[in-house]
């Protein structure tokens, strides 16, 4: 079954960086889109990045264009975030979620990891 | 920049059909999917493309987008349907979500 595991999510003070990790398996990594979700404490959902099959694609949210780096390494069935110049607003639990780009939506997502930006 | 809009409650009776609404420009060209999220949870896709059904997903969930509104209906609505609900759909390249309707079953 497919499982997309997040971890990386700690306590970092403004200013400082953070590298998050989703590890998938259950299924083909390499065939589908992947991305980001983040929600806020108490808030909704605000999409943050999204990366091709080969990662020749890439787009991001404004709230992070600039600061924020997706990536993937097939081999490893992994997707991560970089993540730079973090805000207070920054402060979410990121969620991992498999994109299906023909139809546009996230069909399977992670438990999510805190990210707590406070000083 | 375009937005989606939901409305922040809805609430219904037990057995009864709840409908969520979600506008936004011309959101009828656009495919429009919704995900039910429970306290503590993480977003569940309940319906995908307006209308169609992931498997798992009771036959009471079901969707529809014409003109400026998707629609997520949810008939014979039970207590475990009470839940934060939010669309999505796609725009230039990027992903929008609405700002999510909490569902209460009163």
């Known amino acids: 079954q497919v499982q997309l595991v997040e971890s990386g999510g700690a306590l970092v003070k403004p200013g400082g960086s953070l590298r998050l990790t989703c590890a998938a398996s259950g299924f083909t990594f390499n065939d589908y889109y992947m991305s980001w979700v983040r929600q806020a404490p108490g808030k909704g959902l605000e999409w943050v990045s999204y990366?091709?099959?080969?990662?020749?694609?890439?787009q991001y949210a404004d709230s992070v264009k600039g600061r924020f780096t997706i990536s993937r390494d097939n081999a490893k069935n992994s997707l991560y975030l970089h993540m730079n110049s973090l805000r207070a607003e920054d402060t979410a639990v990121y969620y991992c979620a498999r994109y299906r780009r023909l139809g546009y939506y996230f069909d399977y997502w992670g438990q999510g990891t805190l990210v707590p930006v406070s000083s | 920049s375009y937005e989606l809009t939901q409305p922040p409650s809805v609430s219904v009776s037990p057995g009864q059909t709840a409908s969520i609404t979600c506008s936004g420009d011309?959101?009828?060209?656009?495919?429009t999917s919704w995900y039910q999220q429970k306290p503590g949870q993480s977003p569940v896709l309940v319906v995908y493309?307006?209308?169609k059904r992931p498997s798992g997903i009771p036959e009471r969930f079901s969707g529809s987008n014409s003109g400026n509104t998707a629609t997520l209906t949810i008939s014979g609505t039970q207590a475990m349907d009470e839940a934060d609900y939010y669309c999505?759909?796609?725009?230039?390249?990027?992903?929008?979500f609405g700002g999510g309707t909490k569902l209460a079953v009163l």
């Open positions: 011309k959101l009828g060209e656009k495919y």
């Open positions: 990366i091709s099959t080969s990662g020749s694609l890439i």
């Open positions: 493309q307006d209308t």
């Open positions: 999505q759909a796609w725009d230039s390249d990027t992903v929008l």
